[in-house]
Structures are given as structure tokens and as C-alpha cells.
């Protein structure tokens, strides 16, 4: 089953607005939930990753926020950007996990309008 | 420093047919690994390596074989290609305990016809 919900499958915002995307998970062994952004024809790329040891992490215009109790975390992009279209993957993982596996979710297509 | 190299980029196979998908990294990454992505599915693992002579299957191993002879190099072989392995390949490679820093290719679009 999946390991990791993803919601919406898309998205499309103006520029200048936020954006937003879902994960929720089930496995409370799960420690790392980092983000990946996907151009097309490229391999995802890390964006930006968090612990479950804090509620919130911000890098420029992309702020994680987790919920170790509801088992989510959710991508925010504010003043998003026509570069920012991209598909957006998020992960969970175990940090200390045989192998270095992740699970990802199903994927957002946002389409950031002019 | 080229980073996780995959090659070919586009690949047209018939059914039945077998072919290897490379992948190399020059970062000596001892963790390699092989996903697959298909529209609504994300990316599921394939298999991967924690070392030269190391392998294990992930979430979606049947039709691929792996073997890891070198710490650079992990290539992934369909042995009778089908058309459910239609997909978009990618290869990964991390340093031991160190998943922050999990590297992707470009990835290899393959088409079973």
C-alpha cells in the first residue's frame, strides 16, 4: 500500500500566491520528510527536508511544517513563481533505515500562472 | 565532478527483448539505488546496493536483475522486456547513513512496444 499520501495531483496558483501540498503518513518509524522538486527530463532534485523533532522549517520562500501527531507535513511555497512549475514529490524515510530507503508519494504538477 | 551519470536517456525495445539500463556515480556513494516513476505512482524502489557485492530488492524487483561488481557502477537489466516496464528509470546514490545527501540522474525513458 502507499507508504505516503500526496495531495492534489495538481495544482495551478498565480504568481505571487502560496502554495500548497499534503503528505500524510502511517509509519512512526518514519524520521526524515524531505521534499523533492522534478523539472522536466530531470531527475527530483532535494529542496528541503525536516526532522520530527521540530514543528516547522523554513529556507527562502519554502517552509515545511510537520504535525508528528497527525502524521503530516505539508510544502508551502509563498510568492510563488513561474520557475517554481515543476513536479513536487515528498518522502519519508528512516534515517538510520539497510539501504537508504524512501517512499515517496504520488507527485504534484504545479503550474505556477504569470 | 558529473554526479549520478545514466545512460542511454531514451531507449525503444520490443517485447521480449532484454537490455542493461547504466548507472555510474563519482561521488563514492556507497549506497545506489534504482526507482522507477509512472504517472499517479510516484517512484518506487527497485533495488538497491549498500556496497560493491551488496544487493537487496525493493517494492517492485520482479523482471530486473542488479548486480554491484564496482562501488561506481550499478546497472539494472530487464532479461524479457514487457510492456509494463514502460517507464521513466531513475538511479540514486547516497553516502552510508548520510540520506540528506541522496543524488538522482537524469533518469533513462524507456518504451517496451
Known amino acids: 500500500q502507499q507508504q505516503v499520501k500526496q495531495s492534489p495531483q495538481s495544482l495551478i496558483v498565480q504568481k505571487g500566491g502560496i502554495s500548497i501540498i499534503n503528505c500524510a503518513y502511517e509509519?512512526?518509524?518514519?524520521?526524515?520528510f524531505p521534499w523533492y522538486q522534478q523539472f522536466p527530463g530531470k531527475g527530483p532534485a532535494l529542496l528541503i527536508a525536516i526532522r520530527p523533532d521540530v514543528s516547522e522549517k523554513k529556507e527562502g520562500r519554502f517552509t515545511i511544517s510537520f504535525n508528528k501527531s497527525a502524521k503530516q507535513f505539508s510544502l508551502h511555497i509563498m510568492d510563488s513563481q513561474p520557475g517554481d512549475s515543476a513536479t513536487y514529490f515528498c518522502?519519508?524515510?528512516?534515517?538510520?533505515?539497510?539501504?537508504?530507503?524512501?517512499?515517496f508519494g504520488t507527485g504534484t504538477s504545479l503550474t505556477v500562472i504569470p | 565532478n558529473a554526479g549520478v551519470t545514466q545512460t542511454p536517456k531514451f531507449q525503444v525495445l520490443k517485447t521480449g527483448q532484454s537490455m542493461t539500463l547504466q548507472c555510474a556515480q563519482d561521488?563514492?556513494?556507497?549506497?545506489m539505488s534504482w526507482y522507477r516513476q509512472d504517472p499517479g505512482m510516484g517512484l518506487r524502489l527497485i533495488h538497491y546496493?549498500?556496497?560493491?557485492?551488496?544487493?537487496d530488492q525493493g517494492e517492485v524487483p520482479n523482471g530486473y536483475n542488479v548486480s554491484r561488481s564496482t562501488t561506481e557502477d550499478f546497472p539494472l537489466r530487464l532479461l524479457s522486456a514487457a510492456p509494463s516496464q514502460t517507464s521513466v528509470y531513475f538511479c540514486?546514490?547516497?553516502?552510508?547513513?548520510?540520506?540528506?545527501?541522496?543524488?538522482f540522474g537524469s533518469g533513462t525513458r524507456l518504451t517496451v512496444v
Open positions: 540514486a546514490s547516497s553516502r552510508q547513513g548520510a540520506i540528506y545527501g541522496y543524488t
Open positions: 518522502a519519508a524515510s528512516m534515517v538510520y533505515s539497510v539501504g537508504n530507503q524512501f517512499y
Open positions: 509509519n512512526t518509524a518514519f524520521d526524515y
Open positions: 546496493s549498500v556496497g560493491a557485492g551488496i544487493t
Open positions: 561521488m563514492n556513494h556507497e549506497y
